[in-house]
T-cell receptor, first 111, second 116 residues
Framework: QKEVEQNSGPLSVPEGAIASLNCTYS??????FFWYRQYSGKSPELIMF????GDKEDGRFTAQLNKASQYVSLLIRDSQPSDSATYLC???????????FGPGTRLSVLP | DTGVSQNPRHKITKRGQNVTFRCDPI?????LYWYRQTLGQGPEFLTY????????KSRLLSDRFSAERPKGSFSTLEIQRTEQGDSAMYLC??????????????FGPGTRLTVL
C-alpha cells in the first residue's frame, strides 16, 4: 500500500460545478495535510492545509479531514477552466519534516 | 521577488558528467527541502535542512547525490556521474518555524535535468 493515494484521473467537470478530489493516507501518525495545485510544466503551488478533523474553507476551496478514516478531500466550488491542473495531496507525518506526496489527480474543467 | 528561486532552470548534460543546482529559499525561512519529480508522479523527498544542518536524507538517495547549505541560506544539490535515470525536475522548497507555522512549504520553479 502506498503511503498517500489519489485517483490519477482525469476528473472532468463542467464549468460552474463542484469538483471533489480525494486522498487517503496510510500513516495514522500523520499530523497535517496539504493541497497543492500544479499546472503542466510548473512547480506545485500551495492552495491550503488542514490539521483538525472537519472542514476548512478558503474562498472557493474547502478541505475536509477525517483522521479516523485516514481521508482528506478538496472541494472546488464554481469550478473554472483555469482550475484545470493536477492537484497534489501532501501529508506531513510530524511537524517540520518532509512531505509525502500522492501521485496527483488531473482535473479538467470543461467550458 | 521574494519567493524561492532556483538556478539553472534547465540543464542538459551527458551521462557521466557532474551537475550542480542552486536554491535560494524565502529569506526568513530556516527549513529547506529538495524533492525530485518525474512525469506523472508527485514530488519525491530527497533531503531536508534546518539552518545549515542536514537533518534528513531519503534512503532512496544514492551516494552520487550530495547537498549542502553552508551558511543556512542558499543550498546546492550536486549529482555526480549522472545517469539517464536522473532525468527529472528537481524542486526546492522552503518553510519557516514558529508556533503559527504548520510547515507550509513553498516551492521554487524547479530545475529540469535531462541526461543524454
Amino acid at each position: 500500500q502506498k503511503e498517500v493515494e489519489q485517483n490519477s484521473g482525469p476528473l472532468s467537470v463542467p464549468e460552474g460545478a463542484i469538483a471533489s478530489l480525494n486522498c487517503t493516507y496510510s500513516d495514522r501518525g500523520s499530523q497535517s495535510f496539504f493541497w497543492y495545485r500544479q499546472y503542466s510544466g510548473k512547480s506545485p503551488e500551495l492552495i491550503m492545509f488542514i490539521y483538525s478533523n472537519g472542514d476548512k474553507e478558503d474562498g472557493r476551496f474547502t478541505a475536509q479531514l477525517n483522521k479516523a478514516s485516514q481521508y482528506v478531500s478538496l472541494l472546488i466550488r464554481d469550478s473554472q477552466p483555469s482550475d484545470s491542473a493536477t492537484y497534489l495531496c501532501a501529508v506531513n507525518r510530524d511537524y517540520g519534516q518532509n512531505f509525502v506526496f500522492g501521485p496527483g489527480t488531473r482535473l479538467s474543467v470543461l467550458p | 521577488d521574494t519567493g524561492v528561486s532556483q538556478n539553472p532552470r534547465h540543464k542538459i548534460t551527458k551521462r557521466g558528467q557532474n551537475v550542480t543546482f542552486r536554491c535560494d529559499p524565502i529569506s526568513e525561512h530556516n527549513r529547506l527541502y529538495w524533492y525530485r519529480q518525474t512525469l506523472g508522479q508527485g514530488p519525491e523527498f530527497l533531503t531536508y535542512f534546518q539552518n545549515e544542518a542536514q537533518l534528513e536524507k531519503s534512503r532512496l538517495l544514492s551516494d552520487r547525490f550530495s547537498a549542502e547549505r553552508p551558511k543556512g541560506s542558499f543550498s546546492t544539490l550536486e549529482i555526480q556521474r549522472t545517469e539517464q535515470g536522473d532525468s527529472a525536475m528537481y524542486l526546492c522548497a522552503s518553510s519557516g518555524t514558529g508556533s503559527s507555522s504548520y510547515n507550509e512549504q513553498f516551492f521554487g520553479p524547479g530545475t529540469r535535468l535531462t541526461v543524454l
